[in-house]
């Protein structure tokens, strides 16, 4: 069983596989040649590659873990943590310890072997984001999770391994994590100030100032963020004030997908295919309201939205030791960029073929 | 003049190049192997890099020539500049000031080929000698609240030059991680009336499951809670919260332990891509009572993804138990 260790100064969590320890040589051994598409496990027709189908968007009646589905999620093959048993909290000495539990899933993004999401159709990534977020609505029923993570890493120094098909990944945790808890707080401080929510007077700003505004739909901003940590970090941020992505709209998924794809789309051409990883920045789960951490006013001080890091630079010593990062591309020269950017002819095409709900 | 901009929401400050900013060509390199060509801190190119600050060399040799044995020079491409005013303004919902600071590399030895690990105890106290005096002679300028020691070695740790060296950073503002850690060992001293730090070297030293190698002044070990497979920490058994107070005694014995346990790292892992940061408390008038500093070894064995982005959280597919136990029993040719 993994353990989750929390470090006593900080309060952040850490994930510890005390069973299968990994030796030096694995480390080493670690430079992944990408599996042939034939052994891919996510491809249609290798259903039976991955631990059986938590869900799947299939044509009504067709058979589970079998092909003619449009997105699949299954468990993890190497989870993180495991959804059976109890938590077990306990001390060690100083220390505080509690058992592997959670949830970790794939949200296989399509049937064909596509590396990139942004060369699926904005049809496919409507079909995932839907996926995802019945997948989310589903753990917050179990009472021993708190949060639920949805990310994605796209290529190796993104930390994708060996499996090239595109797709995203839950976890779901039993702890609010730290960075998370961070954010809550930054946000609740500023609306107990001000009465307003900060992420709502942070769009507002970049909308009349403009410089770091890469794209607006109907629904949504994608920028480049003022204090961005990394070069051509790019964030959509939702302009409907909502604390929760699990409850947005059919109306908004349907453009989050396009605008996702836009977005993909641009870093794709900017920067030649670069890794990266994304992430949804969204509330923790709220059933246990009045909970020590969990506070009324989360609907009207936190603001749900999409992170998404091209892995250009590298994390060194300066950033591990203060936390601070060493950004060399101010964002409102990646802004330009983006905005300028000229995004292949065939796929702006399937975006306009594509129904926007 | 580079600037530093403020998180409004988590309150982490950020160097931005406003001044020379990159564009997409600037991270192709990044892909590949480390740049050939003249190495800038090799004997005879010393006029390759800014005139040195400080520097171990025989008496009466000139300064910026060769037949020295550490030199100290200023970073020739700077994430911050010395000159200059903060100039703290706000910007509708941000905040932001100007990147005042420093940034100086300290050039461990004239041999190109030899790393960290491969230094005498002799140079080894050169070197934590002049993290000392460089540290103390900051400590002047009233602009600066916090200085970084560090060291990245190997591509993927983000080091650029193969020459051995470390980097000292001096910023304007406690950074937010530092300021996490002095919180924290803050609220356990008011809670337990004791330094977090020392609790954790009596129960490491006690259950004796974590430890790497002790001598006089120091215990190297691998944190219950590492991020990181490997990670290794070095704690001075001596409660301060300031590294550049360290005695001379205690230079030796951190010479030594730092050689031991780079040794065992180099050993175990193949030579790994690493990086070294000293934690020490902020440039402030009184001893910070909570904080004890000590130095994190992380070799980089696994990738930072979106999880840990995401949660700040980390996956450790190793465990410290069994990481320390590997690096203690290996046998270290001396």
């Given at each position: 069983?993994?353990?989750?260790r ?5 309060g952040?969590?850490v ?6 320890a990994k030796r030096p040589?694995?480390?080493l051994?670690a430079h ?6 034939s ?5 249609e027709?290798?259903?039976r590659?991955t631990?059986k189908?938590?869900?799947a ?12 589905w449009?997105v ?7 989870p ?5 048993g ?12 509690m058992?592997?539990?959670?949830a ?7 049937p064909?072997?596509?590396r ?8 496919q990534l409507?079909?995932?984001l839907?996926?995802?977020m019945?997948?989310m ?8 999770l708190?949060?639920?993570?949805w990310?994605k ?21 039993p ?10 707080t930054g ?9 307003r929510?900060l ?5 507002a700003?970049?909308l009349e100032?403009?410089q770091r505004?890469?794209l ?15 070069p ?14 699990g409850?947005?709209?059919?109306e908004e ?13 641009r870093l794709?051409s900017?920067?030649d ?6 992430l949804?920045?969204?509330?923790p789960?709220?059933r246990?309201?009045g ?13 749900w939205h999409i992170?998404?890091i091209?892995?250009l630079?590298?994390v060194a010593?300066?950033?591990?030791g ?7 591309t101010?964002?409102?020269?990646a802004?330009r ?13 399937q975006d306009?073929e594509?129904?926007?709900? | ?15 931005i190049?406003?001044e ?10 990044d892909?590949?192997v480390?740049?050939g060509g003249?190495?800038?801190f ?13 520097a171990?060399?025989p008496?009466?040799s ?8 550490l030199?100290v020079?200023p970073?020739k ?12 303004k ?6 932001l000031?100007?990147g ?11 041999d ?7 230094l005498?105890?002799?140079e080894?106290s ?7 005096a460089?540290?103390l002679?900051?400590?002047g300028?009233?602009?600066?609240k916090y ?14 030059l ?8 001096a ?5 937010k ?6 919180q924290?060992?803050?609220e356990y001293?008011?809670f337990?009336?004791r330094?977090?730090?020392?609790d ?10 974590r430890?790497v ?5 120091f215990?190297?070990?691998c944190?219950f ?6 990670e290794?920490?070095i ?10 107070q ?6 030796g014995?951190?010479a ?7 040794g ?17 408390s ?6 910070r009572?909570?904080y004890?500093w000590?130095?994190e ?10 999880f ?6 980390y996956?450790?597919?190793s465990?410290?138990e069994f990481?320390?136990?590997?690096l ?6 001396h």
């Amino acid at each position: 069983m993994p353990e989750l260790r929390k470090d006593p100064l900080i309060g952040r969590w850490v994930i510890i596989a005390t069973e299968r320890a990994k030796r030096p040589v694995d480390f080493l051994s670690a430079h992944d040649e990408p599996l042939p598409e034939s052994e891919c496990p996510f491809c249609e027709g290798h259903e039976r590659l991955t631990p059986k189908e938590i869900l799947a968007v299939r044509p009504a009646g067709a058979a589970p873990d079998g092909p003619g589905w449009k997105v699949r999620v299954v468990p993890s093959i190497k989870p993180v943590l495991r959804i059976e048993g109890e938590l077990n909290r306990r001390a060690k000495g100083m220390y505080d310890i509690m058992d592997g539990i959670g949830a970790h899933e794939v949200v296989v993004e399509g049937p064909q072997h596509v590396r990139n999401a942004a060369d699926l159709s904005a049809d496919q990534l409507h079909a995932s984001l839907q996926a995802v977020m019945a997948r989310m609505n589903d753990l917050e029923r179990d009472p021993r999770l708190r949060y639920v993570l949805w990310f994605k890493n796209y290529g190796e120094v993104a930390g994708a391994g060996r499996v090239q098909h595109s797709r995203s990944q839950l976890i779901a945790t039993p702890v609010t994590p730290l960075r998370v808890k961070e954010e809550l707080t930054g946000a609740r401080r500023y609306f107990e100030e001000k009465e307003r929510c900060l992420a709502c007077d942070l769009l507002a700003q970049e909308l009349e100032v403009k410089q770091r505004v890469v794209l607006e739909t109907r629904h949504f901003v994608a920028l480049c963020p003022f204090a961005s940590r990394f070069p051509f970090e790019v964030w959509i941020v939702p302009k409907r004030h909502r604390c929760d992505f699990g409850k947005i709209q059919p109306e908004e998924a349907g453009d989050l997908a396009t605008t996702f794809k836009e977005v993909l789309s641009r870093l794709k051409s900017v920067l030649d295919d670069p890794p990266y990883n994304m992430l949804l920045h969204t509330a923790p789960f709220r059933r246990q309201q009045g909970r020590v951490g969990h506070w009324k006013t989360i609907d009207d001080d936190y603001h749900w939205h999409i992170e998404l890091i091209p892995r250009l630079t590298r994390v060194a010593g300066f950033e591990w030791g203060t936390g601070f990062y060493i950004n060399p591309t101010p964002p409102e020269e990646a802004t330009r960029y983006l905005r300028d950017a000229i995004v292949e002819r065939e796929s702006a095409r399937q975006d306009a073929e594509t129904p926007h709900v | 003049m580079s600037e530093l901009r403020c998180d409004p929401v988590l309150g982490r400050w950020n160097i931005i190049n406003t001044e020379a900013p990159a564009g997409p060509d600037a991270f192709e390199q990044d892909r590949g192997v480390m740049g050939g060509g003249a190495c800038p801190f090799c004997y005879g190119n010393e006029s390759m890099t800014p005139p040195e600050i400080y520097a171990v060399r025989p008496p009466g040799s000139a300064p910026n020539g060769q037949g020295w044995q550490l030199r100290v020079i200023p970073n020739k491409f700077p994430a911050l500049k010395i000159e200059g005013d903060l100039d703290r303004k706000g910007l509708g919902v941000f905040d932001l000031c100007n990147g005042v600071g420093a940034h100086e590399v300290i050039v461990e030895t004239p041999d190109h080929k030899r790393q960290m690990a491969d230094l005498t105890l002799e140079e080894l106290s050169h070197v934590i000698r002049a993290y000392k005096a460089r540290s103390l002679d900051l400590r002047g300028d009233r602009r600066l609240k916090y200085t970084l020691i560090f060291k990245n070695v190997g591509l993927s740790a983000g080091a650029s030059l193969e020459h051995g060296h470390s980097q000292l950073i001096a910023l304007p503002i406690v950074p937010k991680r530092v300021q996490e850690e002095l919180q924290g060992a803050q609220e356990y001293l008011e809670f337990r009336e004791r330094c977090v730090y020392c609790d954790m070297l009596s129960q490491e030293l006690h259950e004796d499951e974590r430890l790497v190698s002790e001598n006089r002044s120091f215990v190297a070990f691998c944190p219950f809670t590492s991020g990181f497979p490997f990670e290794m920490w070095i704690l001075p058994k001596e409660h301060r919260a300031d590294f550049a107070q360290i005695s001379p005694e205690a230079i030796g014995d951190l010479a030594r332990i730092l050689k031991d346990t780079l040794g065992r790292l180099r050993a175990a892992l193949a030579d790994p891509a690493y990086n070294f940061v000293i934690h020490t408390s902020p440039i402030e008038v009184r001893e910070r009572e909570e904080y004890h500093w000590h130095v994190e070894l992380i070799p980089k064995l696994t990738r930072v993804a979106g999880f840990e982005w995401g949660t700040g959280f980390y996956i450790n597919p190793s465990s410290p138990e069994f990481a320390a136990k590997l690096l203690r029993d290996l046998a270290l040719p001396h």
